[in-house]
């Protein structure tokens, strides 16, 4: 187990966890502010498994799936991912739609990013959504995080929302 917060455990995914995460991964709500296409076949689902098991081994953290403590339900998943192209650490979530709106988003964002200043010693962590993706955005801000800029996520493509905290910033909120 990687991380535990009040109501949920997360630990590094596994080929087995396929069938949960094809259920995310192949609903159009879930992907629609992602940039992400939706995913329908199990093949496809290997080779995310596959890209987020190799981030473990490469860095030392990366998306972790997620499950309710209390039964061990499949929740989504939730974590660190290094992005190369900015030379950024990056904050993620994604959950099955009937998980949203009960602040699962921000318990577990609090404890990843203490777990990334405290336990990984990371200087800064940085969140990015699409303008639209109003939930997101209140997450990083009820996290304690901080508004940094509008910026493309891709060359010449459409501005994203970007935020970033230190350690500084919140171990001491
Ligand atoms: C983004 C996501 C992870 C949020 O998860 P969650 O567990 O529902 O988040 P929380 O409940 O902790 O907080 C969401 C907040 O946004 C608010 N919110 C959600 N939709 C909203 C909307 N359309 N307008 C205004 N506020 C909205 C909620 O009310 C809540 O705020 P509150 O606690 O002040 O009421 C979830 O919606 C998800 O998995 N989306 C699909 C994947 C995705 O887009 N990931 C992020 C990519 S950047």
Redesign the pocket.
Known sequence: MVIETSRLLLREMNMGDAQDMLRLYSRPE?Q???GESVITTLEGIYDKIDEKRKEYKKYGYGRWITFLKEDMQFV?WAGLSYLPEFDKIDL????LTE?????????VSKEILQYGFETLQLEEII????KE????I??MQ?VGMQFDKYAPYEPGGEDYVWYTCSKNSILKS
Not at 92 to 95: A, K, L, N, P, T
Not at 99 to 107: L, P, R, V
Not at 127 to 130: G, K, L, N, P, V
Request: zero cysteines.
């Open positions: 879930v629609k502010y992602t989504g993620g979530y994604r959950f998980f949203w709106g009960k602040g699962i988003a921000t318990e969140a990015i959504a699409m993706n109003i939930a997101s209140k997450v009820k």
